[in-house]
Structures are given as C-alpha cells and as structure tokens.
C-alpha cells in the first residue's frame, strides 16, 4: 500500500487501526522496505517455563497435591507455584501461576465446607424422618382445609 501512495489514513481505515501505527509502520518501511515491517515476535520477556516442562507441572497436579509431598490434596497457587520450582528450577509469584494454570485451561475450584465430624448416616436419617414431619407442619399445627390448598401448593 505504500508503494502504491495509498494515504496513510486509507490504510489505517482498511486495517482497522490507529494511524499513529500506520505513521509509524511506514518509517520503518522508508528506512528498511518490506523486510523491515515483518514481525518481530511476540513482546516481553521469553517464558522461563517451556510448553514440555508445564505439561510435566500439569501431570503432577494431576496426580494430586499428596503425590507432591502435601499433607492433603488441595492445591493452593503457593503449592503449584512450588512443584513448578522443584520441576523445572524456575520460581514464580503466586499470582502468576493463576495465569499459566488458566493457559492450561485450568480454574478456580473451592472446596465444599464440611464438618469433618459430620455424620452423614444421621443426616439421611434425619432427613428421611424428621424433614417431611418438618416441611407438612407440627402435629396439630393450623391446615387450610377450606379451599382445599396447602402452603405447599402455591
């Protein structure tokens, strides 16, 4: 487009971007022809952890946070973030490791608050005797017997 003279503010139209990068972009064409407008790569630092070596992270949180030497199976950001150190040498913020867990396709999950002294044999036979007494009423307790209609059924 440039060598055809076509305005910098067509092209930006075109491509859908800022002219300032349209300004920009032919600079460097000016100063370097075509080569100098290929893609530089991705910007940033080089990830420290490669695809092969989180795949290998991957199949250890898989196996679970006692495979890992944990003393339960939950993992924390903090925990992934150590076994990521232990397998591949590089150390990572908590924070970050949200980031490389979501590329995985990884998400938040929170585990369900349970008493640990809850006993749930008592609690289905709680709830097979004492709910349905419960949810129809009190012995004895008021029922609309005139329209025909429990509170139930509306």
Known sequence: MFARRVPQAQIARELGTDPRNVSRWYR???DGGQEALRSRGAPGRTPG???????????????GARASGFDNDLWTLARV???????TGVAHHPGHVWRLLRGLGWSVQ???RRASERD????????KNQWP??????PGARQSSSSGTSPDSH
């Open 28 to 30: 460097r064409w000016q």
């Open 81 to 87: 973030a150590k076994v990521i150190e232990q397998r």
């Open 49 to 63: 952890v490669t695809r092969e070596q989180l795949a290998e992270v991957e199949q250890a949180l898989l196996a």
């Open 133 to 138: 007494r419960i949810k129809r009423g009190q």
């Open 120 to 127: 749930d044999a008592a609690v289905a036979q709680w709830v």
């Open 110 to 112: 929170r585990p369900a």
